[in-house]
């Protein structure tokens, strides 16, 4: 089966209480644990953690966990990897301690892009999801955490080595050097853009979340800009996968999309297409250092849908 999903993102983060306000007051994520040097696990199914933040003024990503279903899968890519000339490290008891997973190896994509690839992750049968806010919840489970893209150096070669050494599959392109990825039924798990064509210098362009319903894209926005937290992007509808989203500044500078209603994949029927524009409406650029006055009549925008 290859590759069947993203499994965890993990963040070197500088402000990790800021985070863990913003991922659960706003959000909705729910806190797992948090490790003696301030790690913080964040939930948002009932795998054990999505996102891994670690204490780091670096304020990028650290790895990105793909996840496969057997040892075999996960030698059959090793050896892919190995016959391509690419370095593969077995990762530590103490980093399966950290990702909550019975193996993982780690290497990386051809710009660099810290990766690994893991099996056996711990779910929590016994202890549903509890979000953070009232909130329907998100769409995850065996679509994984939701995507992330990310700034490479090369898309063609970047596109060879998903596709012909990780078994990706290619979803479309987008306008300019951009290009998406799939390995399960979502869109994408994962999009390229070529550095300097997106006004960002992190290494992560944005990581999206999928939430179950439109309402809390809805109050998430309201939370906000109650907040004067700074959108990047403004409500809009993707050409592509049809997500209705926004984007908004993460305490680490990286951007976050959130999102509901995109449509998914059929690898039976799927025709891969080239989009000469990302927008059907909407998705504005927000110049940087705007943001939302607080509006106290928002306060309390997080309470108006039941869990």
Not at 5 to 16: H, M, N, R, T
Not at 107 to 131: I, K, N
Not at 197 to 216: I, S, V
Not at 241 to 259: I, K, R, W
């Amino acid at each position: 089966m290859g590759i069947v999903q993203l499994g965890y993102v993990g963040v070197g983060a500088s402000d990790l209480a800021r985070w863990e306000e913003f991922a659960t007051r706003i959000l909705g994520l729910q806190v797992s644990d948090r490790a003696a040097d301030g790690t913080l696990h964040l939930r948002m199914d009932d795998y054990y953690h999505r996102l891994i933040l670690h204490p780091s003024a670096e304020d990028d990503l650290t790895y990105l966990g793909w996840q496969v279903n057997t040892p075999r899968a996960l030698d059959e890519i090793v050896a892919r990897l190995e016959a391509a000339g690419v370095a593969v490290t077995e990762g530590s008891e103490a980093e399966r301690a950290v990702r909550k997973v019975r193996r993982l190896i780690r290497f990386r994509d051809p710009s660099g892009h810290p990766f690994e690839l893991f099996y056996g992750p711990v779910v929590m049968t016994s202890a549903p999801f509890v979000p953070g806010r009232p909130m329907h919840g998100f769409k995850a489970g065996p679509l994984g955490v939701g995507h992330v893209v990310l700034m490479v150096d090369d898309r063609d070669a970047t596109e060879r080595f998903y596709l012909d050494v990780l078994g990706l599959r290619l979803s479309d392109y987008g306008s300019g050097p951009v290009a998406f990825f799939h390995c399960n039924p979502r869109h994408h798990s994962i999009g390229i853009a070529v550095r300097g064509a997106l006004p960002t210098t992190k290494r992560l362009r944005h990581l999206m979340l999928e939430m179950q319903n439109l309402d809390d894209v809805g109050i998430a926005l309201d939370l906000c800009q109650n907040a004067g937290i700074p959108l990047t992007i403004t409500l809009g509808k993707h050409s592509n996968d049809h997500m209705v989203s926004f984007y908004v500044e993460t305490p680490s500078g990286f951007a976050l999309e959130c999102g509901w209603g995109a449509r998914e994949i059929d690898d039976a029927t799927w025709e891969v297409t080239s989009y000469d524009r990302g927008d059907v409406w909407g998705h504005r650029r927000v110049p940087r250092g705007e943001a939302f006055a607080p509006r106290p009549d928002l306060a309390s925008a997080g309470a108006r849908v039941a869990p």
